[in-house]
């Protein structure tokens, strides 16, 4: 399999992992009703980002410079803030997929660009 037919599918892979979180956090309002706005934070950001990833993978395919480097800059947002936060399994997980994603972007490039 070509690197460039691993992107979608993994972007897919984290698009979804990003809205189940997003659910789960809303969930979690009323397990501790004072963190409320916090856990609705979390679920708008995490919706938010899924949303800059849908637009990403589905203008890939116009090869477009800006919308390579928005999808990398998308994916390096992903990847920043892993790390700096408690690290977990969880954490590790959505990093490794999120680095496998990028490298096989970044592999891929000239697939996604116009030369």
Not at 35 to 49: C, R, S
Not at 90 to 97: A, I, Q, T
Request: net charge positive.
């Amino acid at each position: 399999m070509k690197f460039s037919q691993m992107v979608r599918p993994l972007f897919l892979v984290t698009i979804v992992i990003l809205i189940v979180f997003g659910i789960g956090s809303l969930f979690r309002i009323n397990d501790n009703p004072a963190h409320a706005g916090l856990y609705v934070f979390y679920a708008f950001i995490m919706f938010g980002d899924a949303v800059a990833m849908v637009f990403c993978v589905s203008q890939l395919n116009k090869r477009k410079q800006w919308v390579f480097y928005l999808t990398v800059f998308v994916l390096c947002m992903n990847i920043f803030p892993t790390i700096f936060d408690q690290f977990g399994l969880v954490d590790l997980l959505f990093l490794l997929l999120n680095l496998i994603t990028l490298t096989a972007l970044i592999i891929s490039r000239k697939e996604f660009l116009l030369t």
